[in-house]
């Protein structure tokens, strides 16, 4: 069974390759707005780029530092299974701005002198980044034949009426596709039973819906509790906690051994409250002498199974850095660009 949610998504950088100066620039122009491109008319400066990029992605695994503890606290470090323990390091990897660079789709021209765009797709081959191959019409036969084999993951012909809004498209899927590929290399996710939720058809098209209803750019599979840690642009946080039955169980038998007030127990036990207890280790322990304030009307998402969802802010110790926002990174990518003329051999970005 394939999950519905990879574990994590955030904006990339698309990556357009074509010799023709003015078409590129045409190209990027047309983009949606708030889609990070550099473009190159010079494909020896784009595959430097992209090597150059992606070796220092990759030693940082794209992501970086969000706390420098598990999100419960140090004191709660050492309880942690080894599958714990890899979704708390998991979780460390979101503060570096250079993930929003990211190359995870590369569109490229195929007639190109000196690289044509089946040499330039397969000297990315190893790379994680997908690859569009923009076509003419004479093309055609050629692309289909890189598709099958592999060496492309989609091709548009450029004299298609429909090419830019399929571009759009192609791209979006993409680099969906990306992530997807990223969170196999985080796989005690996907085997823990609490993580359920990332194979439910149900709840997956809510968290997409979630994301276009509050503009949310980056989201992250968050472990304890387990949910989504969604950033808007401007870095703002807000954590989904998701609940199944079972867990929504467990709280009630916490809640039932400390004495916890009828009327948190009986809201536990209908399945009415979505509890995020986070100054007691997740847990309620008899010492939160208000406990409301730390639940939020549940709300049912009935998939495969059922699952309790609220949402809730993130207490302002869980963010021990500033978070580097998309809005930032567009803002510091736009002041350092510099016009200039597009060169055959010189980057252009926007």
Same mark, same amino acid.
């Given at each position: 069974?394939?999950?519905?949610?990879?574990?994590?998504?955030?904006?990339?950088?698309?990556?357009?390759?074509?010799?023709?100066?003015?078409?590129?620039?045409?190209?990027?122009?047309?983009?949606?707005?708030?889609?990070?491109?550099?473009?190159?008319?010079?494909?020896?400066?784009?595959?430097?780029?992209?090597?150059?990029?992606?070796?220092?992605?990759?030693?940082?695994?794209?992501?970086?530092?969000?706390?420098?503890?598990?999100?419960?606290?140090?004191?709660?470090?050492?309880?942690?299974?080894?599958?714990?323990?890899?979704?708390?390091?998991?979780?460390?990897?979101?503060?570096?701005?250079?993930?929003?660079?990211?190359?995870?789709?590369?569109?490229?021209?195929?007639?190109?002198?000196?690289?044509?765009?089946?040499?330039?797709?397969?000297?990315?081959?190893?790379?994680?980044?997908?690859?569009?191959?923009?076509?003419?019409?004479?093309?055609?036969?050629?692309?289909?034949?890189?598709?099958?084999?592999?060496?492309?993951?989609?091709?548009?012909?450029?004299? #298609?009426? @429909?090419?830019? =809004?399929? &571009?759009? $498209?192609?791209?979006?899927?993409?680099? !969906?596709? +990306?992530? *997807?590929?990223?969170?196999?290399?985080?796989?005690?996710?996907?085997?823990?039973?609490?993580? #359920?939720? @990332?194979?439910? =058809?149900? &709840?997956? $098209?809510?968290?997409?819906?979630?994301? !276009?209803? +509050?503009? *949310?750019?980056?989201?992250?599979v968050f472990p304890e509790p387990s949910g989504i840690l969604f950033f #808007?642009?401007?870095?703002?946080?807000? &954590?989904?906690?998701?609940?199944?039955?079972?867990?929504?169980?467990?709280?009630?038998?916490?809640?039932?051994?400390?004495?916890?007030?009828m009327a948190l127990q009986e809201a536990l036990r209908k399945h009415s409250?979505?509890?995020?207890?986070?100054?007691?280790?997740?847990?309620?322990?008899?010492?939160?002498?208000?406990?409301?304030?730390?639940?939020?009307?549940?709300?049912?998402?009935?998939?495969?199974?059922?699952?309790?969802?609220?949402?809730?802010s993130m207490p302002a110790h869980f963010l021990d850095s500033e978070i580097?926002?998309?809005?930032?990174?567009?803002?510091?990518?736009?002041?350092?660009?510099?016009?200039?003329?597009?060169?055959?051999?010189?980057?252009?970005?926007?």
């Amino acid at each position: 069974m394939k999950p519905v949610l990879p574990l994590y998504q955030h904006p990339t950088c698309v990556i357009l390759v074509d010799d023709s100066a003015s078409f590129v620039a045409s190209l990027a122009f047309q983009m949606p707005a708030g889609q990070k491109v550099k473009s190159f008319s010079c494909s020896v400066e784009a595959l430097r780029w992209i090597f150059s990029t992606f070796r220092r992605s990759l030693e940082e695994d794209v992501l970086c530092h969000l706390v420098d503890r598990p999100p419960l606290g140090d004191k709660y470090a050492d309880q942690d299974s080894d599958g714990d323990a890899d979704h708390h390091r998991a979780l460390r990897k979101v503060l570096e701005p250079q993930r929003f660079l990211a190359p995870a789709v590369v569109v490229v021209d195929y007639a190109m002198p000196n690289i044509d765009g089946l040499d330039f797709c397969q000297a990315l081959e190893g790379l994680p980044c997908k690859k569009i191959l923009f076509t003419g019409e004479a093309d055609e036969l050629i692309a289909v034949d890189a598709f099958n084999r592999g060496l492309i993951d989609h091709y548009i012909k450029k004299s #298609d009426v @429909l090419a830019l =809004e399929r &571009l759009e $498209q192609a791209i979006a899927t993409l680099e !969906r596709d +990306y992530f *997807f590929q990223r969170s196999v290399e985080l796989q005690s996710y996907y085997s823990s039973h609490r993580f #359920d939720f @990332l194979y439910d =058809e149900c &709840l997956g $098209q809510l968290v997409q819906d979630m994301i !276009r209803r +509050y503009g *949310f750019v980056e989201h992250y599979v968050f472990p304890e509790p387990s949910g989504i840690l969604f950033f #808007d642009a401007d870095g703002s946080a807000t &954590l989904m906690v998701i609940e199944n039955e079972a867990g929504l169980q467990s709280h009630l038998e916490a809640a039932e051994e400390y004495d916890a007030p009828m009327a948190l127990q009986e809201a536990l036990r209908k399945h009415s409250v979505v509890p995020f207890f986070w100054p007691s280790g997740g847990m309620y322990n008899g010492q939160l002498r208000d406990w409301q304030q730390y639940c939020m009307p549940a709300i049912l998402c009935e998939g495969k199974e059922k699952f309790f969802w609220a949402f809730f802010s993130m207490p302002a110790h869980f963010l021990d850095s500033e978070i580097y926002s998309y809005r930032h990174f567009l803002r510091e990518s736009e002041q350092k660009a510099i016009p200039c003329e597009y060169s055959r051999c010189g980057p252009c970005c926007r």
